[in-house]
């Protein structure tokens, strides 16, 4: 007697996303302390140079408005612990579970797609750096180094800035053959946040090819949102930067499914 096999059928976009979603949930939640890592560090910079340095600094003018010298660091320390977040998790986290773990060919065997992983763990590592955006303006807001309404946009700011990150990261993570590769990752994280103005305004490059560098780099992008929301001193370089993460994340987004689909299903 033949017997009918129970084929389940492909969950949908948002099914895939939930259930991927609680699986990480599921097995971080055991090593939190392991979260605290990323949050901290700019915390750390915020009351070492923010504060510190701040105090030998009377004002500080930004688009035209004074502002303290924390109140100008502390958006950009906002930013960093969104594209912290971001970072770790779809970095160093995605690289074990790709290369060691062979967890993403585990998810292939069930109805699961390629796309659902890329959305999913996506969505985690911006999940990770929202929390830390989250965490550190609340550290913002009871320091009172938040001067605007506008600053109620900061969270959606930094869940962009994490959308943006983890999507490029991962992209970039399914490139690497070894550890020794994250070699790379720290050779550019650490440039990138020292010379994003975020411990100075732009305006200390000059006008010449230094300046346009810095000004095209993400994480800039992501300081320039974050620090004219919080200061409320908006310009039209708040919409160029909400435009250029939108874009970062998509084309990440679309670089991550098809280096899966080459690494996973060819």
């Known amino acids: 007697m033949s017997t009918l096999r129970h084929v389940p059928e492909p969950l949908s976009a948002a099914g895939a996303m939930r259930v991927i979603t609680l699986r990480n949930y599921t097995t971080y939640k055991r090593y939190w302390k392991l979260f605290a890592t990323g949050f901290l560090e700019p915390v750390f910079y915020l009351f070492s140079i ?11 003018e930004f688009n035209g408005q004074q502002v303290s010298y924390a109140a100008f660091v502390a958006p950009a320390m906002l930013a960093t612990s969104a594209f912290n977040g971001a970072l770790l998790d779809s970095t160093y986290n995605v690289f074990f579970k790709l290369k060691y773990d062979k967890l993403y060919d585990q998810m292939l065997a069930t109805p699961l797609t390629t796309a659902d992983v890329a959305r999913s763990e996506i969505l985690w590592g911006q999940l ?29 700011a930094a869940v962009l800035i994490g959308f943006a990150f983890s999507a490029v990261c991962m992209g970039l993570t399914t490139f690497m053959k070894s550890f020794q590769d994250f070699d790379k990752i720290t050779l550019a994280q650490l440039p990138m946040f020292l010379f994003s103005a975020t411990f100075f305004p732009v305006s200390a490059y000059g006008d010449g090819l230094l300046r ?3 000004e095209v780099t993400p994480l800039y992008r992501g300081v320039v949102l974050c620090r004219e929301l919080t200061t409320g001193a908006l310009s039209w ?18 670089l991550v499914r098809r280096r899966l689909d080459t690494l996973l299903l060819t």
């Open 50 to 60: 923010g504060i510190g340095v701040g105090q030998l600094i009377d004002s500080f």
């Open 128 to 156: 990770r750096g929202a929390v830390y955006g989250a965490a550190f303006l609340l550290v913002m807001t009871a320091m009172g180094l938040v001067q605007s309404w506008w600053a109620v946009l900061a969270l959606p």
């Open 212 to 214: 346009w560098v810095v």
């Open 237 to 254: 370089a708040s919409a160029w930067s909400v435009v250029y993460l939108v874009v970062m994340g998509l084309l990440g987004l679309l």
